[in-house]
Nanobody, 115 residues
Framework: QVQLVESGGGLVQPGGSLRLSCAAS????????MGWYRQAPGKQRELVAA???????IYADSVKGRFTISRDNFQNTVYLQMNSLKPEDTAVYYC?????????WGQGTQVTVSS
């Protein structure tokens, strides 16, 4: 059973940057498209960024131009570079396949944007 482990979250001031990592315990990227999701307090989980195939990516409107998804297939790792962070980006961030599969939800990594 492949597991996904997210890391890199933390407390950052508005305007700051963070880089999240998602490490897979096995080879999953060759079988599935991957994405980053987030869930803010009191809100539903939402898709933030994902690979859609053919080298293409999609982003939520709220993060376009600020977040970048990337991957290292040899390291079985997906990244999310987050720049110009805003308080509304505060959430627990998860990686999963696209579409998401219940079996791959991990603990996530907390991102808090606050002064």
């Amino acid at each position: 059973q492949v597991q996904l482990v997210e890391s890199g979250g933390g407390l950052v001031q508005p305007g700051g940057s963070l880089r999240l990592s998602c490490a897979a315990s096995g080879s999953i990227f060759s079988d599935y498209r991957m994405g980053w999701y987030r869930q803010a307090p009191g809100k539903q989980r939402e898709l933030v960024a994902a690979f859609t195939g053919g080298g293409n990516t999609i982003y939520a409107d709220s993060v376009k131009g600020r977040f970048t998804i990337s991957r290292d297939n040899f390291q079985n790792t997906v990244y999310l570079q987050m720049n110009s962070l805003k308080p509304e980006d505060t959430a627990v961030y998860y990686c999963n396949t696209l579409p998401a599969q219940t079996r791959y939800w991990g603990q996530g990594t907390q991102v808090t944007v606050s002064s």
